[in-house]
Nanobody
Framework: QVQLVESGGGLVQAGGSLRLSCAAS????????MGWYRQAPGKQRELAAA???????SYADSAKGRFTISRDNAKNTVVLHLNSLKPVDTAVYYC????????????????WGQGTQVTVSS
């Protein structure tokens, strides 16, 4: 069992920045990829950014050049820096962690945070 606690969401003006943090606790051994999805009202949920245990990153096309994802494996924390924010970035951002449970037939489960609201005003 893994618990993810998110923080850093809020209201920011266009062009501003936010720092979203997600800390994993519980059975943290076996965490592989971590990342952030976002979902805006009336829109499909999309993967905003992801990072592997080795530090390889990937971003949604709309986020490239503006968002930066990083992680601290020792602290089991993933951080998403949201820069040059636009109103279209307004969404609920959900942190996730993929965990390999090797003692249960190599089962990989995805755990989710509760979500944090990011609102960008114009």
């Amino acid at each position: 069992q893994v618990q993810l606690v998110e923080s850093g969401g809020g209201l920011v003006q266009a062009g501003g920045s936010l720092r979203l943090s997600c800390a994993a606790s519980g059975t943290t051994f076996g965490i592989s990829a971590m990342g952030w999805y976002r979902q805006a009202p009336g829109k499909q949920r999309e993967l905003a950014a992801a990072i592997t245990s080795g530090g390889t990153t990937s971003y949604a096309d709309s986020a490239k050049g503006r968002f930066t994802i990083s992680r601290d494996n020792a602290k089991n924390t993933v951080v998403l820096h949201l820069n040059s924010l636009k109103p279209v970035d307004t969404a609920v951002y959900y942190c996730y962690a993929d965990v390999d449970h090797y003692t249960h037939s190599d089962v990989r489960l995805r755990y989710w945070g509760q979500g944090t609201q990011v609102t960008v005003s114009s």
